[in-house]
């Protein structure tokens, strides 16, 4: 007879559940998906912000990325 762990455990398994690093590569796709099309749009004042805070998280996913290879 199987316990409840065994049947959570199982569960999660199944479940598409993202873990850190998986949601941190997928934020990074994105956040370049949406620079590109900023880059082929007009630039103002908007664009230009969103493009300065899209950098800077790109630079900390980036970073995250590279702590977490190296562990």
Known sequence: M??????????MNKLPIQGRVERWKNELENIKKEKNQLLKGEANDKTI?????????????????KNKASD
Do not use: H, T, Y
Not at 2 to 11: S, V
Not at 49 to 65: A, F, P, T
């Open 49 to 65: 912000k969103r493009m300065d805070i899209i950098n800077r998280r790109s630079s900390e996913l980036v970073q995250l990325l």
């Open 2 to 11: 199987a316990g409840w762990g065994d049947f959570f455990g199982g569960l």
